[in-house]
């Protein structure tokens, strides 16, 4: 079992950038593949990016490319979003979310997910 404590949330200006955190407990985080989700005032909670064991592999849903970057370090547990040219419409809560798989796949469904954090606010200024 793994735990996740996001962090790095916060208000921000449009244009601007935020680096999330998600840091997990436990000796075989390096078999977890990982996704990062978010939740807007009274919509359903979406995918937004997601990473394979090693860090080679990644996916992002199409309104972030390019402007977010999903990373891991195993050896600290963690796993990073960095968000740049932030906009209004990416206000939302941010969750961390992770699945111990026997195959380094990139999940993009909520359902696919095992555990979640509790979520860190990000809000964007206009």
């Known amino acids: 079992q793994v735990q996740l404590v996001e962090s790095g949330g916060g208000l921000v200006q449009a244009g601007g950038s935020l680096r999330l955190s998600c840091a997990a407990s436990g000796r075989t985080f390096s078999t977890y593949v990982m996704g990062w989700f978010r939740q807007a005032p009274g919509k359903e ?5 997601a990473i394979g064991w090693s860090g080679r592999s990644t996916s992002y849903t199409d309104s972030v490319k390019g402007r977010f970057t999903i990373s891991r370090d195993n050896a600290k547990t963690t796993v990073y979003l960095q968000m740049n040219s932030l906009n209004p419409e990416d206000t939302a809560v941010y969750y961390c979310a992770a699945k111990l798989s026997f195959r380094s796949v ?5 359902r696919d997910y095992d555990y979640w954090g509790q979520g860190t606010q990000v809000t964007v200024s206009s």
């Not at 990139?106 to 909520?110: D, G, I, S």
């Open 45 to 49: 909670r979406e995918f937004v990016a």
């Open 106 to 110: 990139l999940l993009t469904t909520r």
